[in-house]
């Protein structure tokens, strides 16, 4: 059983920075592309970053390009997705989730089997 557990959220000012950890347990981790997404309240999730399972291809959503980095460590089994100069809008859960297929002209919606419980990402203007 696949389990992903997600950490690092909190309350920050505007202009601040956070670090998201994703910690998997209980599958092949290596062999999977993770991406990261965000539900705000009264709105869909949708998708934030993506990550090859190689760490050599990184997809973004435009609204955070140049603030927001995803990445990973493989012999830790874990995902990161560091978030620079946090805007009021950026509040939203953020979850991780496992991606077993993209599409390079369609990375914003992969495929997803497992999805970690969420962490609250708030950010006070």
């Known amino acids: 059983q696949v389990q992903l557990v997600e950490s690092g959220g909190g309350l920050v000012q505007a202009g601040g920075s956070l670090r998201l950890s994703c910690a998997a347990s209980?599958?092949?981790?290596?062999?999977?592309?993770m991406g990261w997404f965000r539900q705000a309240p009264g709105k869909e999730r949708e998708f934030v970053a993506l990550?090859?399972?190689?760490?050599?291809?990184?997809y973004y959503r435009d609204s955070v390009k140049g603030r927001f980095t995803i990445s990973r460590d493989n012999a830790k089994n874990t995902v990161y997705l560091q978030m620079n100069s946090l805007k009021a809008e950026d509040t939203a859960i953020y979850y991780c989730?496992?991606?077993?297929?993209?599409?390079?002209?369609?990375?914003?919606?992969?495929?997803?089997?497992?999805w970690g419980q969420g962490t609250q990402v708030t950010v006070s203007s």
């Open positions: 990550i090859s399972w190689s760490a050599l291809s990184v």
């Open positions: 209980g599958g092949t981790f290596s062999m999977y592309a």
């Open positions: 989730a496992r991606v077993v297929k993209y599409s390079v002209t369609n990375y914003d919606t992969p495929q997803v089997d497992y």
